[in-house]
C-alpha cells in the first residue's frame, strides 16, 4: 500500500513539474527575444493577380504594334486587307507574350532581392539571382529585336504598295491606250476622257476665223 502511495506521489511530482515547465496560457512569441541584429519582418505585400498582369501586358502589346503599323500604313489598309490583320494580329500575340514575361520576370526578380534583403543569403540564393537577371536581359533583347523586326516588316509593306499601285497605273494607262512614259500616270477611262476634252478645248481658241471672198 505504501509503495502505491509512493509511486502516485513520484507521478504527481513529475506531472506539477511538466505543468511548471510548459505553463499555462503563456505565447511563446511572448518570451522569445527578438535579435536587434536581424532586420525587422517585411509585412506580406497583397498577392499579385497574374491574370491581370497579362491583360495588362495585351493592351500594351496592342497599343505599340497598332502605332507602330499606322506610321507606315493607312488604316483603311490594316483594317481591310486579310493578310495586314492576320499579321497585326499575331504581332500582337508575341509581343504581349515578351511583355508579360518581362513583368512576371520583374516581380520574381523583386521577390527574390527581397528575400535576400531580408537575411537568406544562401549561396543558392546568389546562384537563383544571376541566372534571373541574365534571363531578364534576354527577354529584354528579345524584344527589342522583335520590335525592329516588326518595324522593318511594316517597311517592306509599305514599299510594296507603292510599287504594286504604280505598276497597276501603268496597266491601266496601257489598256486604255495611253502612254505610261509620259509621266502622267492617271487611272481609270473616266480621267483619261477628261484629259482629251481639255486638249481639245485649250486648241479651240488657237482657231482663226477664215472669211470667205467670191
Do not use: C, W
Given at each position: 500500500?505504501?509503495?502505491?502511495?509512493?509511486?502516485?506521489?513520484?507521478?504527481?511530482?513529475?506531472?506539477?513539474?511538466?505543468?511548471?515547465?510548459?505553463?499555462?496560457?503563456?505565447?511563446?512569441?511572448?518570451?522569445?527575444?527578438?535579435?536587434?541584429?536581424?532586420?525587422?519582418?517585411?509585412?506580406?505585400?497583397?498577392?499579385?493577380?497574374?491574370?491581370?498582369?497579362?491583360?495588362?501586358?495585351?493592351?500594351?502589346?496592342?497599343?505599340?504594334?497598332?502605332?507602330?503599323?499606322?506610321?507606315?500604313?493607312?488604316?483603311?489598309?490594316?483594317?481591310?486587307?486579310?493578310?495586314?490583320?492576320?499579321?497585326?494580329?499575331?504581332?500582337?500575340?508575341?509581343?504581349?507574350?515578351?511583355?508579360?514575361?518581362?513583368?512576371?520576370?520583374?516581380?520574381?526578380?523583386?521577390?527574390?532581392?527581397?528575400?535576400?534583403?531580408?537575411?537568406?543569403?544562401?549561396?543558392?540564393?546568389?546562384?537563383?539571382?544571376?541566372?534571373?537577371?541574365?534571363?531578364?536581359?534576354?527577354?529584354?533583347?528579345?524584344?527589342?529585336?522583335?520590335?525592329?523586326?516588326?518595324e522593318e516588316s511594316a517597311k517592306r509593306i509599305a514599299?510594296?504598295?507603292?510599287?504594286?499601285?504604280?505598276?497597276?497605273?501603268?496597266?491601266?494607262?496601257?489598256?486604255?491606250?495611253?502612254?505610261?512614259?509620259?509621266?502622267?500616270?492617271?487611272?481609270?477611262?473616266?480621267e483619261l476622257m477628261r484629259m482629251i476634252r481639255e486638249?481639245?478645248?485649250?486648241?479651240?481658241?488657237?482657231?482663226?476665223?477664215?472669211?470667205?471672198?467670191?
Open positions: 500500500m505504501s509503495k502505491n502511495r509512493s509511486i502516485s506521489e513520484e507521478a504527481e511530482s513529475i506531472r506539477r513539474d511538466l505543468d511548471e515547465l510548459i505553463g499555462a496560457d503563456t505565447e511563446i512569441t511572448s518570451v522569445i527575444e527578438r535579435d536587434p541584429m536581424l532586420p525587422a519582418k517585411r509585412t506580406q505585400e497583397p498577392r499579385i493577380s497574374f491574370g491581370e498582369l497579362k491583360e495588362s501586358a495585351t493592351k500594351r502589346a496592342k497599343k505599340t504594334i497598332t502605332a507602330l503599323m499606322k506610321f507606315y500604313l493607312d488604316s483603311d489598309i490594316i483594317e481591310k486587307d486579310e493578310y495586314i490583320a492576320a499579321k497585326k494580329k499575331m504581332d500582337e500575340m508575341t509581343m504581349a507574350s515578351l511583355v508579360y514575361q518581362l513583368q512576371a520576370g520583374e516581380r520574381a526578380l523583386t521577390i527574390l532581392l527581397e528575400s535576400i534583403e531580408d537575411g537568406e543569403v544562401a549561396p543558392r540564393m546568389f546562384e537563383v539571382l544571376a541566372t534571373l537577371q541574365k534571363s531578364m536581359l534576354d527577354i529584354i533583347k528579345s524584344q527589342t529585336m522583335y520590335l525592329m523586326a516588326t514599299r510594296d504598295i507603292v510599287i504594286y499601285k504604280k505598276r497597276d497605273d501603268i496597266r491601266e494607262i496601257t489598256e486604255a491606250g495611253g502612254d505610261p512614259n509620259s509621266g502622267n500616270i492617271q487611272r481609270g477611262t473616266k486638249g481639245i478645248g485649250s486648241h479651240e481658241n488657237e482657231i482663226e476665223d477664215v472669211e470667205i471672198t467670191d
